[in-house]
C-alpha cells in the first residue's frame, strides 16, 4: 500500500467505524444462507436496532445473498457489508453487489489496498500482537479481533496496552452471554452470527 492509501485508509475507516459503532456495539453477521433468508434476518437485525449488518461471501453463491442484503437495505435507507472478503476480486465483486464496508479474517495490505480504492472502510482481521503492529502501520485503527472466544477477552485487554488507540471488534464465538466481557476487556464493539437465530440472544445484545 502507498502512504497516500495508508492515509486514506485510515481516514475512510476510522470515520465510518467511529460512526457506526458510536450508535451501538454490535454488528450481525448473517452467513451461508439463501437470499430469502439472509433478507429476513437482516430485517430481524435491523427491528433490534442491530444497524451494522454484515454478509459473508466465503464462497461465490453467497454473492447473491449480499446483492439482496444490499437491495433490501438500499430501501430502507440502511447499509450492507460483506465479509470474509480474501481477495481484490472480491472486493471488486462486493462494491457490485452493492456492499457499503468491507471485513476481512485477516490482515492482507492488497485486500485493504483494493477496498480503498473502491471508496469501501476496510475491517481487517487480526490474532497477534504482530498483525496488530503491521495494521497500525498501514493505517488501520479499527481492527477485528479474530478468532476472538480463542483469544478471549484478557486478550483484548493485554492488547490495549501496547496499542490504546487501537479499536477492536471481537469476532467468533461471542454471542449475548459473553458479549459484555469482551466490551468490559475493552472492546469496541462486537460481532454475533449464530446467535441472531434465537430470539433471546437477540434481546440480550440489542440493550449492549
Known sequence: MTEKATVTGSSLSSTFFDASFA??????????????????????AWLAGLELVEVPIQSPDAVASL?????????RGRRIGVGTVTTPQQVKEALR????????????????LA???AGLPHLPGVASPTEVQR?????F??????PAAQLSPAW??????????????????????????FLAAGARGVAVGSALGDPEQIALLSVL
Not at 28 to 44: D, F, H, K, Q, Y
Not at 141 to 146: E, G
Open 115 to 117: 477496498s480503498i480504492e
Open 67 to 75: 446483492r439482496a442484503a444490499a437491495d433490501a437495505a438500499s430501501r
Open 135 to 139: 495494521a497500525v502501520g498501514f493505517g
Open 23 to 44: 450508535k451501538q456495539r454490535v454488528m450481525a453477521i448473517i452467513r451461508g444462507l439463501p437470499p430469502e433468508e439472509t433478507v429476513g434476518l437482516c430485517e430481524s
Open 156 to 181: 483484548i485487554k493485554a492488547l490495549l496496552a501496547p496499542f490504546p488507540d487501537v479499536c477492536f471488534v471481537a469476532t467468533g464465538g461471542v454471542d449475548g452471554h459473553n458479549a459484555r466481557d
Open 97 to 112: 453487489a452493492g456492499a457499503a464496508f468491507t471485513v476481512a479474517p485477516g490482515f492482507d495490505p492488497e485486500v485493504a
Open 141 to 146: 485503527r479499527w481492527l477485528k479481533a479474530f
